[in-house]
């Protein structure tokens, strides 16, 4: 009875342990579920949502122009060809200090793959002094191993070293090349205003160039010495074989094929991250766009109260930016699984095979039948050897393992080397003057287009026919068309000529082309067709609404962009800048500010007006023949506006003026008049009339706002009195 009470509550425990147990399956089967069920629903909504974006009406949304209209970006020939043009980048000479860091770098690699060997077969006499039970030899042994890993930790060291300086030279060289020609010919204005392909260039020009530095110098490190080390151990490992006379050709051959299947089905399983890296890029240019655009209008945003419109902008974008990372990391989840299953465990279990089957068959290591003490020494022979082999494998099967993973990080590099690469080729395109706009177009837009404009839009790209010729003295053109980088013809043809001396007017509606006169003027804007006759550029200043004021002194401001060496190679001294302050009314503030080289926030420090006073204050500085003035002193008052005008003129520079004050048009001789249909007149300008004329507007204006009022209000009386109108019957009888 006793013994049948006892196996029963043995069987109650097993059922307890076996419920444990199961219910431990359930939990973590739970859990695995929480986990991959956003990942499996976003793959499926994802997979639903290729056919293209549409918003809640269903209606098509078209996308942003960035890296989706392009091919993505893949290891392939392209690849190739533009990591070789980049190269030109990184080594523009034969003899470079980044070549000489290169050499210095392979250097040390190759000396860590000879101190791996060398410390792998000291392991295997280590093990075998402990085998043989010799304390004086296993302690000379590890005193020369500790010795040996002092110069083996200061290769390591300067392998990281070496690494962070190549990624760091390759960044500058990136770096200075690009800004060269970002800054060349206007490029970084052409680049926003007259090209569409490059969505941030911030971006491309700082995040992108690090990273792709960076990779490069990484992955050099990641494929030169895995190379180096599978080379040289797979010779070690033969010679040893072969010298103990074991057959090397079987664990070769199952090394190969390991090697050839893992390679396999890697690929097979391996994502496109080089498409997906070159788009988490993407995303997080425009992330910091959307803050840079915040910073930029922080205070219309203030006073609009528009905080919630842009934390929606903000959020949707950071959301893009997260779905985007959860997507590469759910991949690399799965992709790592079987990564490490495959290079762990499958060639771990095959490396004890490749050092098991030279062991046992090698004739070197048999034991001897004379005596017991040679017996233990093969025991000994056999425990070195499997250590040494046991170890060199482990660092052969590692560098094979990082050769395979490298497979990876070159995916990732494609989509870096496809931006860089991208972005050098938009700037040199640019900087010849050939651009393309990627414009999206509403259905809506289009229907809502008038008739008569519909033919002054140039679809396709934009050719430059026209010529731009450098002159001495005048302003002249001919046939010149005012054409927006969006193909938008706001006039076909025009022709006027500015003589020196000449002040010229230009007046029109909103949108009519006068600011855009400016930019063609300025060299901003190509001349697509007819022939354009202006001084150089260091003859004519262009001074807009709103002047940019610059990071500096105060002096800095009024200089710019000279520095302060240009500014005393033309014979400038800080009492002459003071003259110029005096005329244009704004010398107060180098007392109030503390000095010339008082270094402030001048956006900030200054009005409005203040701030255009500083701009023409530029214009008397430089001294142009010619000066482009868009609307520059809106914010200043009438007399002070009137005295700089009047000091421009006694200056000798010749005004071609935007602006809708009559106190400005005495000032002026010629006038060019838009109408804001393709239109224009130009004449001499004959200032009394001109005001008789806009008085009379003003006058006529002021008259006819009332009538409406007064028509509404007759309305009303002849409804309370019951009588109709006599203007209601001269109406009808009429």
Request: net charge positive.
């Amino acid at each position: 009875m006793a013994h049948m009470l006892h196996a029963a509550a043995r069987r109650v425990q097993w059922s307890r342990a076996g419920a444990a147990k199961k219910a431990a399956c359930l939990l973590a089967a739970a859990y695995g579920l929480k986990i991959l069920y956003p990942i499996i629903r976003g793959r499926v909504k994802r997979a639903s949502g290729r056919g293209g974006a549409h918003d809640e009406t269903g209606r098509a949304v078209p996308r942003r122009s960035g890296s989706r209209g392009r091919a993505a970006p893949a290891v392939d020939a392209e690849f190739f060809k533009q990591l070789l043009e980049l190269r030109k980048l990184f080594f523009p000479k034969l003899v470079s200090a980044e070549l000489g860091l290169l050499c210095l770098h392979s250097f040390a690699l190759v000396s860590r793959t000879f101190l791996s060997i060398y410390v792998a077969a000291l392991d295997g006499k280590i093990v075998k002094s402990i085998v043989e039970k010799k304390p004086r030899s296993f302690i000379f042994k590890l005193i020369k191993w500790l010795m040996i890993a002092i110069p083996a930790t200061f290769v390591n060291s300067t392998i990281r070293y070496l690494e962070c300086k190549l990624a760091l030279a390759f960044r500058t060289r990136l770096v200075d090349h690009a800004y060269e020609t970002y800054f060349a010919n206007q490029t970084y204005y052409k680049v926003i205003s007259m090209d569409g392909r490059l969505a941030n260039p911030d971006q491309s020009l700082t995040e992108d160039i690090m990273m792709f530095s960076q990779s490069v110098a990484h992955l050099y490190s990641n494929l030169t010495k895995p190379i180096l080390d599978v080379v040289l151990t797979s010779y070690t490992l033969i010679r040893t074989a072969r010298s103990r006379g074991a057959n090397p050709i079987g664990p070769t051959v199952l090394a190969g094929l390991v090697v050839y299947a893992t390679a396999r089905v890697l690929k097979a399983c391996s994502p496109k991250f080089g498409k997906l890296v070159a788009e988490e890029a993407h995303k997080k240019g425009y992330l910091r766009f959307i803050h840079s655009r915040i910073i930029a209008n922080v205070e219309e945003i203030a006073f609009y109260r528009g905080h919630k419109v842009e934390l929606k902008q903000l959020q949707k974008s950071y959301k893009d930016l997260t779905d985007q990372m959860n997507l590469i990391l759910s991949k690399r989840l799965w992709y790592i699984m079987i990564e490490q299953f495959l290079m762990k465990y499958v060639w771990s279990s095959c490396g004890m095979i490749m050092v098991a089957v030279p062991i046992i068959t090698a004739t070197g290591f048999a034991d001897g039948e004379l005596e017991d003490g040679q017996k233990q020494a093969m025991v000994s022979e056999r425990t070195e050897a499997f250590t040494t082999s046991r170890n060199l494998l482990i660092s052969g099967a590692d560098a094979i393992e990082r050769i395979m993973s490298s497979y990876k990080e070159v995916t990732e590099l494609a989509g870096y080397t496809a931006r860089v690469y991208n972005m050098f080729a938009v700037f040199d395109e640019v900087k010849r003057g050939i651009y393309k706009r990627t414009a999206v177009i509403q259905g809506s837009v289009n229907n809502s287009r008038s008739e008569d404009k519909a033919d002054l839009h140039i679809d396709g790209p934009l050719e430059i026919k026209g010529k731009v010729i450098d002159v001495d003295q005048g302003i002249i053109c001919e046939n010149v068309p005012i054409i927006t980088p969006n193909g938008d013809v706001v006039v076909s043809r025009l022709n006027f000529k500015v003589e020196e001396g000449m002040n010229l007017l230009i007046t029109g509606p909103n949108g009519c082309g006068k600011s855009s006169l400016f930019r063609i003027l300025s060299g901003l804007w190509p001349v697509y067709e007819g022939v354009l006759y202006k001084p150089p550029p260091q003859h004519m200043f262009y001074i807009p609404q709103r002047p940019y004021m610059s990071i500096g002194t105060l002096r800095d401001q009024v200089i710019y962009p000279d520095s302060v060496e240009d500014m005393h190679e033309k014979g400038y001294q800080d009492q002459d800048l003071e003259s110029i302050l005096h005329m244009v009314h704004l010398y107060h503030i180098v007392q109030r500010e503390g000095g010339w080289d008082a270094i402030m926030d001048w956006k900030d420090v200054l009005s409005g007006g203040e701030k255009q006073r500083m701009g023409m204050a530029r214009m008397f500085y430089h001294k142009p023949k010619y000066a482009l003035l868009d609307e520059c002193t809106s914010a200043v008052s009438i007399d002070v506006e009137g005295k700089i005008f009047q000091a421009a003129k006694a200056a000798g520079i010749s005004l071609l003026s935007i602006t809708h004050r009559p106190s400005l048009w005495k000032y002026h001789t010629h006038l060019l008049q838009f109408d804001g249909q393709g239109g224009w007149r130009f004449e001499q300008l004959d200032t009394a009339i001109r005001l008789s004329l806009s008085e009379e507007k003003q006058r006529l204006e002021s008259q006819l706002a009332g009538i409406p009022k007064m028509q509404q209000r007759l309305n009303e009386l002849c409804k309370i009195l019951g009588e109709d109108s006599v203007l209601k019957t001269m109406d009808k009888e009429e």
